[in-house]
């Protein structure tokens, strides 16, 4: 099984990253629909698309308007949109209002069931993580392995979801700032290094992918990973179009 990070950058592209989208082309299963969206295109391999999106904060749904050309000439079927109800009604309302996008794309917006079956025997589950209008942390169980992804949120040692994703073989997780810069972080609802680290190191996960980093910080190492590997060795920084077998 291969994941894609697609775009690892939050907020808004940059030069290096594009915002947040992963992928499961084996699954036909998208996390976000960042900048990045576009990418899906060269890596369909499914019938269908589902994309479960964290929240509708713009830099995580701006990519479905690039459906039109993410789906030219490809066979695909359906494409749902997974997340609330408040916010699927948000986005046909808003995102696509005939006056900033006057054509839906081939498209269907489904509320978030409580589980999700998916290909391969896998099982998907949802829970809710803490930053402004709410956000989704996703969980994928096959037999033989596990994933879960977690974005925009403010991590802490002892978070509540920390059960919700403990044992998985990776684990994605937002990491924003390096350490120092707590206070913007729990302004605007996202992580510091050290504490992300933390939530793996007690989750007990098997390897931490850190992503949705700050686009104005363009140096090769933006969050301080050294610092992150000294309390989770098995931590690396995701970087657009990185494959990662697990």
Request: proline residues 7%; hydrophobic residues 40%.
């Amino acid at each position: 099984m291969k994941l894609h990070l697609l775009g690892t950058g939050g907020y808004h592209p940059s030069d290096i990253r594009h915002t947040a989208c992963l992928m499961l082309p084996e699954m036909g299963v998208v996390f976000d629909a960042g900048s990045a969206f576009y990418r899906v295109r060269d890596l369909i391999e499914t019938s269908q698309l589902d994309v479960f999106l964290s929240h509708i904060h713009l830099d995580h749904v701006m990519g479905l308007t690039f459906l039109f050309d993410v789906l030219h000439d490809k066979d695909v079927a359906d494409v749902r949109i997974h997340s609330e109800p408040e916010k699927l009604a948000a986005l046909e309302t808003h995102l696509f209002h005939e006056l900033i996008f006057p054509k839906l794309p081939p498209l269907r917006f489904v509320p978030l069931a409580e589980s999700v079956s998916l290909p391969g025997g896998a099982t998907l589950t949802h829970f809710p993580i803490p930053h402004p209008g709410g956000s989704r942390g996703y969980r994928i169980d096959w037999p033989d392995r596990s994933l879960a992804y977690v974005t925009d949120t403010t991590a802490i040692a002892n978070a509540d979801y920390i059960p919700l994703i403990r044992g998985v073989d990776v684990l994605i997780h937002e990491c924003y700032f390096p350490d120092g810069r707590e206070d913007y972080a729990e302004l605007t609802g996202h992580s510091c290094a050290t504490p992300v680290a933390k939530v793996a190191k007690a989750a007990k996960v098997g390897r931490l992918v850190l992503v949705h980093v700050n686009p104005i910080t363009g140096q090769h190492d933006p969050i301080g990973i050294q610092r992150v590997r000294k309390i989770f060795p098995k931590a690396t920084l995701g970087v657009d179009e990185e494959a990662i077998d697990f």
